[in-house]
């Protein structure tokens, strides 16, 4: 028996080596790539805060089935995200990602600083010991003084105390005390020199080896190559820690009629890959991990007892709280949407898309139980601050190099000149300075968004601003400074008071000048307010007619003239200054019930209707 195993192990052998020649000519199989790649990144999509990357992964060799691994991914990968397309010659089965921790071989940078790690604990431990025997050598003099002290009292006492040999012994042990310490202050200091120097040395062999052992991101694509014809098919992630942000520079000179607009993206470029010569699309979209959207739940509603002194749960009788309230409601809704856009499981997926139908349960109950002229009013108001605009994508014309890296990178996505009015703003109320202001017209191919602006005239730096988003063909308003050959100023001209009735009256006039120092005339929107008040019946005011008559804009006659804000655009002419400004006079009535008196009535619902007042007057 023993004899005749090796002929059964030679027999196997090859039989096993037989199947596996004559097993397969029909179907040859590809052996798997066993040297990981990286592939080329060509095209990143980068949203507000992360970017879809394109890495280019070629593939050679005879058709048959693959397995390729496509390493150095960054740690800032979503693993749900990854997917490649198939193409007509190459299959792709599936893509699975995978963490794998590696080693690397030490450095001489390593060797050099344990050696001197070495060095510097052997200097520590010397220190010690040279620290011990200082102790010692205190502790016999500690002995000694106590040997003497008593011995110099004996004699002292029997009277054969020898004065020179007490002064010698005293001497010595102070002597000796005072080097010791002096050698135990210099070992301390030395000590603490040496203890730096190690942790600095243990800190850099740190930085130099937490690579060693490092965990590298991959994924691993199962494929099938049709063809014999090199091949490549693109895979493609999303990662975190990257945005952008609008940024603008614009620019005025002599030329008045148009302004150079350069609208560049500032880039944070956090995600641990370098992009090199890639095609750059920036985008304001929100990139979804989900494939489907939110799901409807019934609005299931109950009858509940109705008491005529008291609102039903959600009814609110003040159209600036009913005004609030759906403005919360819509900003959960956004909320919900976003978090379901990232859900994949079933579970957390019906969660959310249950709390996005509660959010709507709300807003329905408050269209239940509220007047339909307050819940009207609201909802017009809240029509111009909508957030679901369409998405804008900026497609790069050339090659961008993003490396990942801590501060922010700037590339242009438009520069160009665009057609511009120029004119005077002058609001003597608030400020004598007179501004300079421009209606800019859109006229560019691009979708401007919100975002900061940086304003030159002249080649001037003027100061900073901020526009809203403008589409192609609207007119948006920018501010380029004061003109200090301007000035502006209001006088109180009368006042006079009288009782009709009841009610008391009072006559109000006022004189508002411009003065130009300038030798050429210019263009002025001149500003000023009467009194106003929601409720008119309490409150009326009647505008007298004034020396020139008010602004016939239709933008100003439907925004501002209903608030008692005044407008007139006039033309100061030039040299224009002191007795030849230009001025205007007005005046008005105001008529109230006498038993009360005039005051301020602004509230936060007054500061919310200026606020977008100022939104509105942004654009035209």
């Not at 790649?37 to 050679?60: H, K, N, P, W």
């Not at 450095?107 to 050696?115: G, I, N, W």
């Not at 080896?209 to 991959?218: C, D």
């Not at 790069?396 to 990942?404: E, G, I, Q, T």
Request: hydrophobic share 35%.
């Amino acid at each position: 028996m023993f004899k005749a195993q090796p002929f059964y192990r030679t027999f196997s052998l090859l039989l096993v080596a037989s199947l596996f020649l004559f097993s397969f000519d029909d179907h040859p199989l590809v052996a798997d790539q066993s040297a990981p790649i990286t592939g080329t990144i060509t095209r990143v999509t980068l949203y507000r805060g992360q970017a879809l990357v394109s890495r280019r992964i070629e593939i050679d060799g005879a058709a048959g089935s693959r397995e390729i691994v496509v390493s150095d991914l960054p740690n800032t990968l979503l693993p749900g995200s990854l997917y490649a397309d198939s193409t007509a010659q190459v299959e792709v089965r599936a893509v699975r990602y995978r963490q794998r921790a590696v080693g690397e071989e030490p450095r001489e940078e390593v060797r050099l600083l344990d050696e001197q790690i070495a060095d510097h604990q052997r200097s520590v431990h010397l220190n010690q010991k040279q620290s011990e025997l200082a102790a010692q050598k205190l502790a016999y003099l500690d002995q000694l003084q106590g040997f003497v002290a008593p011995t110099a009292g004996a004699e002292l006492s029997s009277g054969v105390l020898n004065a020179e040999t007490l002064k010698q012994l005293t001497e010595f042990s102070f002597e000796q005390r005072a080097a010791v310490i002096e050698v135990q202050v210099g070992l301390a200091k030395s000590l603490q020199e040496l203890n730096q120097a190690l942790d600095t040395l243990k800190r850099q062999r740190t930085e130099l080896t937490k690579q060693s052992q490092r965990t590298v991101n991959e994924a691993v694509l199962f494929l099938e190559k049709l063809d014999d014809a090199p091949q490549s098919i693109e895979l493609n992630y999303l990662v975190s820690q990257c945005g952008w942000t609008p940024n603008y520079t614009i620019k005025a000179n002599d030329d008045r009629s148009q302004v150079q607009i350069e609208y560049n993206a500032l880039i944070e470029q956090l995600t641990g890959e370098d992009w090199a010569g890639v095609e750059l699309t920036l985008s304001t979209a929100s990139p979804a991990l989900s494939a489907s959207g939110p799901s409807l739940a019934p609005f299931t509603v109950g009858l509940m007892p109705s008491r005529s002194n008291e609102q039903l749960p959600l009814q609110v009788a003040d159209s600036t709280i009913l005004l609030n309230s759906i403005r919360d409601n819509r900003m959960q809704q956004q909320a919900g949407n976003m978090a379901i856009t990232s859900s994949i499981d079933f579970r957390s997926k019906t969660t959310g898309n249950w709390s996005l139908n509660k959010t709507a349960c709300s807003l329905q109950e408050l269209e239940l139980t509220n007047p339909y002229e307050l819940l009207r009013s609201a909802t017009v108001e809240l029509g111009a601050d909508r957030a679901d605009a369409p998405s804008l994508s900026y497609h790069l014309s050339s090659a961008v190099s993003l490396a990942s890296r801590t501060d922010q990178q700037m590339v242009r996505i438009y520069r160009g000149n665009i057609a511009s009015e120029f004119y005077h703003v002058a609001t003597p109320l608030l400020s004598n300075y007179v501004f300079r202001e421009a209606e800019v017209n859109n006229s560019s191919e691009y979708d401007f968004l919100s975002g900061p602006v940086t304003v030159y005239l002249d080649g001037r730096f003027v100061g900073r601003a901020e526009i809203p988003t403008v589409a192609q063909g609207e007119t948006f308003v920018l501010g380029f400074g004061s003109d200090a050959q301007l000035r502006a100023h209001r006088e109180l001209t009368e006042k006079k008071e009288s009782v009709q009735g009841g009610n008391k009256e009072l006559r109000i006039g006022y004189r508002l000048s411009v003065e130009n120092y300038k030798n050429k005339a210019v263009k002025v929107r001149l500003f000023d307010r009467l009194p106003y008040s929601n409720r008119a019946n309490d409150v009326r005011v009647t505008l007298g007619r004034p020396s020139v008559e008010l602004s016939d804009d239709a933008v100003y006659i439907r925004r501002e003239r209903p608030k008692n804000i005044l407008r007139w655009d006039i033309e100061v002419p030039a040299d224009a200054g002191g007795e030849r400004s230009l001025t205007i006079d007005y005046d008005f009535t105001l008529d109230y019930d006498r038993n009360f008196v005039l005051a301020d009535a602004s509230n936060e619902q007054a500061a919310d209707e200026f606020e977008k007042l100022e939104r509105s007057r942004q654009k035209r």
